[in-house]
């Protein structure tokens, strides 16, 4: 695959990111990479029940992703400056002609919803028209009943514009002046010890069985494995990456089946044996009779 097909990640801090909504889309559809997505939202900043981009890959993500040469990683050779008077123009042109394309848009759907809601606008105008009457009546002045036929043709209807500042405003995810930037795959380096090696081992085996896997760490394990999309499923299993034949004290033994039981999942045990072969064992709480 070429540099220029390559979905670009990017590393800061020795953390990798996606800035971008359709590659964040196209690794979790065909790559089956979910990521953790670690940005507030535009107009919601100051809550984090539902965060946005960037999507934060885990270690194993972004290695598996470099090993299959799906991704390519870079960082900007300088830091981002200032936008030039030219670019502002540009973006300004751009703000223009998006507000241009949903004055129409809004006008569309002012008429629906006003063709949906035609008969409580013309309940509304007749108590209008009775009030009116009523006033007239009490004035001693002549009316009359016919003219609480309401008749209301929604084309003749002035649909005033959606003013510039009610408007939808489009917001960059991806730098779109910052062009300058350094490959950075030799930076990489992940697995770096034993206890990295068995967690990257464990997560690629499990990929390749075909489960989708994010951080287990809010319920004590490495990862958390899905039978599919965690849009549409819970997990099945937490996974414990441990070494092989390394002792267990019973009270994390217990500790460990508990938790699982706790959160109705299962929780395996997983090393890598002496053939480099990943094996698991699953521990299921099921108390004492």
């Known amino acids: ?43 919601l900043p100051r809550q984090n029940n539902q965060l946005g981009l960037p999507l934060q890959l885990l270690p194993e993500e972004t290695t598996m992703l470099l090993e299959k040469s799906v991704c390519l990683l870079v960082k900007p050779k300088e ?4 936008p030039t008077p030219e670019q502002v123009k540009e973006h300004e042109h751009l703000r223009l002609d998006l507000y241009k394309e949903q004055i129409e848009l809004f006008k569309d759907e002012r008429r629906k919803e006003m063709i949906h809601n035609l008969h409580q606008i013309k309940e509304g105008k007749r108590k209008k028209l009775k009030e009116e009457m009523e006033r007239k009546r009490e004035a001693g002045e002549t009316v009359n009943e016919t003219d609480l036929d309401v ?6 209807i002035q649909i005033p514009p959606v003013a510039l500042k009610n408007s939808l405003v489009q917001l960059y995810t991806e730098s779109p002046y910052n062009e300058a930037l350094d490959e950075c795959g030799s930076e990489w380096c992940y697995p770096t010890n034993d206890k990295e090696t ?3 081992k464990v997560f690629t085996d499990l990929w390749k069985k075909g489960h ?28 414990v990456c441990r070494p092989y034949k390394q002792e267990i004290s019973m009270s ?6 508990r938790m699982g039981s706790n959160v109705r999942k299962t929780v395996i045990l997983c090393s890598v044996d002496n053939n480099d072969q990943v094996v698991y064992t699953s521990i299921q709480w099921t108390g004492i009779a």
């Not at 953390?15 to 889309?25: G, H, I, L, Q, Y």
């Not at 990862?223 to 299993?237: E, I, K, N, Q, T």
């Open 79 to 82: 830091n981002l400056l200032e």
């Open 252 to 257: 994390d033994f217990i500790s460990l089946a």
């Open 151 to 156: 008749e209301i043709d929604i084309n003749t």
């Open 198 to 200: 068995t967690r990257y």
């Open 212 to 239: 989708y896997l994010t951080s287990g760490s809010k319920f004590g394990g490495d990862f958390l494995v899905y039978p599919g999309d965690p849009a549409r499923f819970h997990s099945f299993y937490i996974a």
């Open 1 to 43: 695959m070429s540099d220029r097909c390559r979905i670009k990640i990017y590393l800061q801090n020795q953390n990798v990111f996606v800035w971008s909504a359709k590659d964040s889309v196209t690794l979790r559809e065909e790559w089956r990479i979910v990521g953790s997505l670690v940005g507030c939202l535009p107009r």
